[in-house]
């Protein structure tokens, strides 16, 4: 039966009981106030001894109240039921949750939206010397201070970890990777990459050093080359081989230089400041020196469309720009077009080189930088590259803030355009009318 069904009829049944005793003793309003009463009075009992089981949370040991009030009594332990097996479930879950981070071979530590500590793994623990509830509420800024740390924390680029040596783990060299989610919220990755480091600064050494090293002997075979090629009393015979020594020896004086000029530009941490370099002046005269050469495309063109300066390395500058024409040329048949541009625009400064040559497969378009990265292992070696021309590229506009972009469909040219940061853009030469 419905409950509320069963309630109207007790007090109908009460209403009843009133009436007949109220019949009987003549005191018919009475009575039924008293039977009205007694079952207020009754109700107020039974929600008492409820409230009071409620309040003492004796689960365990439910009041038995009879009717409707049995029906509450079951809900509610059926509602504590529930909720016990969620509860269960998600501390279950947590610690899961804590086990495994506690796992990781790396440091995690939960950062609110203030930039203070929520919770931290073993790990994180270990590397950044934190100690259990002592820094929790922290402000990672005040244990991290480091400069480099701060600037990364406040800024908004994370998509890439901050690599640096803590005061808390001196000997080591930790990436630090902020992973931002929720409202504010972060994750501070925390990865001990000691080993790669150095590893990665042996090979920058070795490199550098070999280079070095090889440099001088090979200054001498090629003197004695040059001596023998112009010596009329060796035999002809000995003639094409020493021509083609002295080729193999400029190729290789040339990936030694290109190997140094890397190193060089590798060793230099951070961005370069450098000042004002006309790049229109450096251009021009970079191709005055391709079209001086003997085996070059029909037309080098150059388009200035501002004579704004650039902001950076003279050399370097020069050393991008110039392996970039260099390609052009070198890639680009005889009856082909290769063109310069310089511009400024919203975006920044721009250089780019246009060429009619054979054009680069979409596959290898992202590899050419990489170092000794040949499309044509064949053409670029009859052409004499070192395969470190894009690699030095890449780097120098690094260094400069910048990106390089490639373009091309196979069989009819490539566009390589170099992207400068607004930052960098330096006001033309004082007197230059052209500037934009
Ligand atoms: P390399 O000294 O061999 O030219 P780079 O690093 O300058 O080395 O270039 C890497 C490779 O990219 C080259 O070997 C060549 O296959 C390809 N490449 C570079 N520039 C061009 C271009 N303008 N046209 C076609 N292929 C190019």
């Known amino acids: 039966m419905k409950i509320w ?7 109908a049944g009460v209403l009843a009981l009133g009436l007949v005793f109220g019949l009987i003793t003549g005191r018919i309003a009475l009575c039924l106030l008293i039977a009205l009463l007694a079952y207020t009075v009754h109700r107020i009992w039974k929600l008492h001894r ?30 504590n039921r529930r909720k016990r097996y969620h509860k269960q479930r998600l501390v279950t879950m947590l610690h899961e949750l804590r086990d495994s981070t506690a796992a990781l071979p790396d440091g995690v530590v939960l950062l609110n939206a203030r930039g203070e500590i929520v919770r931290f793994n073993r790990m994180a623990a270990e590397m950044l010397d934190l100690h259990g509830r002592k820094d929790i509420g922290i402000r990672i800024d005040n244990l991290l201070r480091q400069p480099e740390f701060l600037k990364y924390l406040a800024g908004s680029d994370f998509s890439s970890p901050k690599v640096l040596q803590t005061s808390t783990a001196p000997e080591s060299w930790l990436s630090l990777h902020v992973l931002p989610y929720g409202e504010g919220q972060r994750i501070l990755l925390i990865r001990n990459v000691t080993r790669h480091v150095r590893l990665e600064a042996m090979r920058k050494d070795f490199v550098a050093n070999a280079s070095h090293e090889l440099r001088s002997p090979l200054t001498v075979i090629t003197g004695y080359l040059e001596t023998l090629a112009g010596d009329e009393t060796v035999n002809e015979q000995f003639g094409a081989p020493i021509a083609e020594m002295r080729r193999q020896a400029d190729r290789m004086a040339g990936i030694i230089g290109d190997l ?4 060089r530009l ?9 000042e004002a370099v006309d790049v229109a002046a450096m251009l021009a ?8 050469r003997p085996r070059r495309p029909a037309s080098v063109t150059l388009t200035i469309d501002s ?5 950076g390395d003279d050399i370097e500058l020069h050393s991008a720009f110039a392996n970039l024409l260099d390609n052009a040329v070198k890639y680009t048949p005889a009856e082909g077009n290769v063109a310069m541009r310089w511009w400024t625009d919203e975006a920044g400064a721009h250089f780019s080189v246009t060429d009619t040559g054979p054009g680069i497969p979409a596959e290898s378009i992202p590899r050419l930088t990489e170092r000794f990265y040949r499309v044509d292992t064949g053409r ?8 470190l021309g894009l690699a030095i590229v890449k780097h ?4 400069h803030g910048g990106q390089l972009d490639i373009a091309s469909v196979e069989g009819r040219g490539s566009t390589f355009t170099c992207h400068f940061p607004r930052r960098r853009i330096a006001p033309p030469v004082a007197g230059s009318n052209t500037g934009r």
Do not use: C, F
Request: zero cysteines; charged letters at 25%; proline letters at 3%.
């Open 5 to 11: 069904l069963l309630v109207l009829l007790k007090l």
């Open 50 to 79: 409820l409230v009071h089981w409620l309040r003492q949370r004796n689960y365990s040991n439910p009041p038995s109240l009879g009717g409707m009030w049995d029906e509450i009594v079951t809900e509610v332990l059926r509602l």
């Open 260 to 263: 140094l000029v890397l190193s």
């Open 266 to 274: 590798e060793a230099k941490e951070g961005e370069v400041e450098g």
């Open 285 to 292: 005269l970079l191709r005055k020196e391709a079209l001086a």
């Open 307 to 311: 004579q704004h300066r650039l902001l």
């Open 380 to 387: 670029s070696r009859a052409s004499g590259g070192s395969g």
């Open 396 to 399: 120098v506009l690094q260094r």
